[in-house]
């Protein structure tokens, strides 16, 4: 290799080495200086390139994001060192150069680790320290400055440095940051252990929840679909009446495990449910703050049963969930502070600085606007918004505010942040069904799955199995809750085999049908009836 390609190869070498040196780092606080970059991406972005890249890439849109940040680097590093070698620079300029980028890594990493822990000098400093060690290692052992090197030589060179990296990852996973103090309540700890706590400073085991119920029939052959639908042939000996329970269907009632998780961002943030407190605050009479036992243990908490659905989620899609929840009504936790007349938005202010409003009137009138802090019978896990978040039923997801840290009253209009970004304010749930399961036993064929309205309930559900020729009514489950979705199943005698064209609409309980046309999710959630071939 001539000069120039061994400066090119050099410096891409190092890019990569300093990316692992980082990832190897990260354990010591807890977080990546990737995530931190890839967020800060996600927050300068204009709402419409942030729509585009959901509404493409879905879940992954994230993870593409922090790997093209990171051969984004590696290809400036190339694109530098072709530049200097193209233009020539004295060995003066080339020093010049080369301590400008290393002070621009220095400080682009040391910020990195700082904002992706919790600003513990000595953690993101000895963070930075290892992530640092081995690009520089590789830097003094194959340098630009030294006379061409053979490729055993050189891939030594490079093994030392990974190495090196390898030991920095070792010292950082036994020095690393927990996730909490361990003093405090911990995601997924037992609600009456955090109520025991409060009283006696003791904590109590809890055996947890059961998982889904166990499905009715033995399956001799079930396939999914590419659209969430699971098609199963039970055995001939199968009870014929067919429950709710049959393979695909989902739980009435899931599990905080079952629900689906979506937020803006790559790395959710850690909270110290010891040391966090939420503050009530803004235009009322006078402002307060609880910590977190006083809010599960406040007079006016209570279970319920919701269903939260995405605004996000495609027709037929699987981003939506019901679980139970341990919450307070926003309601009882403002009026303690005094709201005045002339309060127009409920704020809430999160620790990763999410912000979303609900105009006072809303919550004034309705107790089910609740600050939930359990799932389960446990606090609430972390991707779900440990330790509290906003629970609002019937409205998309994007409204539910997680990792809640102040209720602000407004005297003026909040514009919350996916509203900032082209999405609909008020995120009223579309009527929705979809088909889940269907199972053939003999000679008969169950279609079943779920309908959501929000508030407005469902009163109906329709089956078509000829593309919607025909239709017939299912049967309906009685709902968990006025506030969750309700599972139906339709039986039709077919004795043919074959493909069939499974469609499915449901009606409110106001007697508005499901419309049929079809909308993306932006910018106020999808509609469509949802349709699957199965093969039977």
């Known amino acids: 290799m001539d000069r120039r390609e061994r400066a090119v190869v050099g410096w891409a070498a190092t890019a990569v080495v300093w990316l692992v040196g980082i990832l190897a780092a990260a354990p010591l606080v807890g977080g990546h200086p990737l995530a931190v970059a890839a967020q800060v991406v996600i927050e300068a972005s204009p709402g419409a390139v942030a729509t585009l890249a959901i509404e493409t890439l879905g879940a992954a849109a994230q993870p593409a994001l922090m790997a093209g940040i990171a051969i984004a680097a590696v290809a400036a590093a190339t694109g530098i060192a072709a530049f200097a070698e193209g233009y020539g620079p004295t060995r003066r300029q080339e020093r010049y150069l080369v301590t400008g980028i290393t ?34 290692l590789l830097r003094v052992l194959g340098g630009d400055h030294r006379p061409s090197v053979g490729r055993r030589r050189t891939l030594r060179n490079l093994g030392g440095a990974v190495g090196l990296a390898a030991g920095g990852a070792i010292a950082a996973r036994s020095l690393g940051r927990p996730a909490t103090s361990g003093e405090g309540p911990q995601p997924g700890e037992s609600l009456a252990a955090v109520a025991e706590k409060r009283d006696q400073g003791t904590t109590t085991p809890d055996s947890g929840r059961t998982a889904t119920p166990s499905r009715s029939g033995e399956i001799l052959e079930s396939r999914s679909t590419t659209e969430n639908v699971v098609v199963s042939v039970a055995e001939p000996g199968a009870d014929p009446a067919f429950g709710y329970d049959f393979a695909g269907m989902p739980a009435a009632v899931g599990t905080a495990a079952d629900h689906y998780v979506v937020d803006k961002n790559v790395s959710n943030p850690s909270v110290d449910a010891g040391q966090w407190s939420l503050s009530v605050r803004g235009a009322v009479q006078e402002s307060y703050d609880l910590s977190f036992s006083d809010v599960v243990t406040h007079p006016e908490a209570r279970d319920m049963t919701v269903t939260t659905a995405c605004i996000s989620n495609s027709v037929g899609g699987d981003l939506v969930s019901t679980v139970e929840w341990r919450a307070v009504p926003v309601r009882a936790l403002l009026e303690e502070a005094g709201v005045p007349d002339a309060a127009e938005d409920v704020v809430t202010r999160a620790a990763d600085g999410y912000t979303e409003a609900i105009p006072w009137d809303v919550v004034r009138e309705r107790e089910d ?120 199943r339709h039986v039709a005698e077919l004795a043919d085999s074959g493909p069939k064209d499974v469609v499915v609409r449901a009606t409110d309980g106001t007697g508005d049908r499901q419309t049929r046309e079809e909308t993306g999710a932006h910018p106020g959630g999808s509609t469509g009836w949802h349709s699957v071939t199965a093969s039977l």
Do not use: C
């Open 103 to 136: 002070i621009l890594v220095v400080v682009l990493t040391a910020a990195g680790f700082r904002a992706a822990g919790d600003g513990v000098f000595w953690r993101w400093t000895l963070a930075t320290a290892l992530a640092l060690a081995p690009p520089a």
């Open 369 to 488: 606007v609740v600050l939930a802090v359990g799932m389960d019978g446990r606090t609430l896990p972390k991707a779900h918004g440990f330790p509290a978040r906003l629970l609002i039923p019937g409205r998309y997801g994007m409204k539910s505010t997680k990792w809640v840290e102040t209720i602000e009253v407004s005297a003026g209009d909040h514009e919350g942040y996916w509203e900032a970004r082209g999405w609909v304010e008020e995120a009223v749930v579309n009527t929705l069904s979809s088909v889940r399961a269907v199972q053939r036993r003999g000679d008969r064929v169950a279609v079943g799955g779920v309908a959501y309205g929000g508030r407005r309930g469902i009163d109906r559900v329709e089956v078509s199995l000829d593309g919607g020729d025909t239709w017939a009514d299912a049967d309906l489950e009685e709902p968990p809750s006025p506030h969750a979705w309700r599972r139906f």
